[in-house]
């Protein structure tokens, strides 16, 4: 089993829709978790970061874990065509002694 | 100028020749990546450095190597290139946490570079 596994998609929506990317994991010790998005031929950006469980908002975009489940969501509201791109979790057990493990990326589409 | 530099941009190169992708930070940050990027392999670790004097394997280090020449520069080689080498190619950096705030942990990536081998 992989440490984290994400759904590579593609994810198609309408402009508007509420998307949900999701991750899971399998190492009980993660404690930092992120997003990155990645335009297309460009490097990844980091979207969103959090710690432990909980939820934290940023505009339209709102990142959830739930420790007990292993499993990490972000969610976009009222998507936009300039949201198409590809979207990477990551996360590391030990802040600053450890390196991030990636899932995949899922690539989400949203059509105008 | 962006944050993270790398060199060149794309890249062809045949079977058997040493290459050097070239990695260069005004971040200040101590921490510096290596990682390629397949199509449904997602990211993976080569290498890395904690600091100037720190070189670190990562997932898939065989057949690459790695030079640390100063705080904001750092270089991988590929000895003697194969096919299956090609990827797109991406350095990152970080800080080592030790200061406040929750972007200061993320990895700040650049540009990649798209390296072919024929």
């Known amino acids: 089993q992989k440490e984290v596994e994400q759904d590579p998609g593609p994810l198609s929506v309408p402009e508007g829709a509420i998307v949900s990317l999701n991750c899971t994991y399998s190492?009980?010790?993660?404690?930092?978790f992120m997003w990155y998005r990645q335009y297309s031929r460009k490097g990844p950006e980091l979207l969103m970061y959090t710690y432990s469980s909980g939820n934290k908002e940023d505009g339209r975009f709102t990142a959830q874990v739930d420790k007990s489940s292993k499993y990490i969501s972000l969610f976009i509201r009222d998507s936009q065509p300039s949201d198409s791109a590809t979207y990477l979790c990551a996360m590391s057990a030990i802040r600053g002694y450890s390196t991030l493990t990636f899932g995949k990326g899922t690539m989400l589409l949203v059509s105008p | 100028d962006a944050d993270v530099t790398q060199t060149p941009r794309n890249r062809i190169t045949k079977t058997g020749k040493r290459i050097m992708l070239e990695c260069s930070q005004t971040k200040g940050h101590d921490r510096m990546y290596w990682y390629r990027q397949d199509p449904g392999l997602g990211l993976r670790l080569i290498y890395y450095s904690f600091d100037v004097k720190d070189i670190n394997k990562g997932e898939i280090s065989d057949g690459y190597s790695v030079s640390r020449q100063a705080q904001a520069k750092f270089s991988l080689s590929l000895e003697s290139a194969i096919p299956n080498q090609t990827a797109l190619y991406f350095c990152a950096t970080s800080d080592s946490g030790a200061g406040t705030g929750s972007r200061v942990y993320g990895y700040t990536f650049g540009s990649g570079t798209r390296l072919t081998v024929v």
């Open positions: 190492n009980s010790a993660f404690q930092y």
